[in-house]
């Protein structure tokens, strides 16, 4: 009997359910309540297409989180970078000259 040992261990996933990691079945419960509960109270107010659009389009957010990795960095560590660049960064550049090249002239 032969069995496969990966050469490097950071990059194997512990899979707890099926071909599931635990981060991915929390993003699923997670986004599947999200939905129902979305769904639910929005049915009161809304029609039952639009609150479903609306609970997809809620929720969807969610269950990508646990699935979309790209190149090995998940995506709310992607969101969260782009978001403090947004923030920090200024929108206007300013242009400085260096004090030698003034005093030259």
Sequence with gaps: MKEYIP?????TKAKVLGNF??????????GT??????TFLLARILPMTLSLVLAIA???PV???????????FLERILFE???????RSNIRT???RRDNLEKN
Excluded at 7 to 11: A, D, P, Q, Y
Excluded at 63 to 73: D, E, H, K, R, T
Excluded at 82 to 88: A, F, G, H, S
């Design 7 to 11: 050469k490097n261990i950071k990059k």
């Design 21 to 30: 990691t635990l981060r991915q079945i929390l993003c699923i419960a997670l």
């Design 33 to 38: 309540g999200m939905f129902f509960l979305i």
């Design 58 to 60: 809620f929720s969807l």
């Design 63 to 73: 269950f990508m989180v646990g699935f979309v990795a790209i190149s090995g960095v």
């Design 82 to 88: 782009q978001i403090v660049i947004l923030l920090t």
């Design 95 to 97: 242009f400085y000259r």
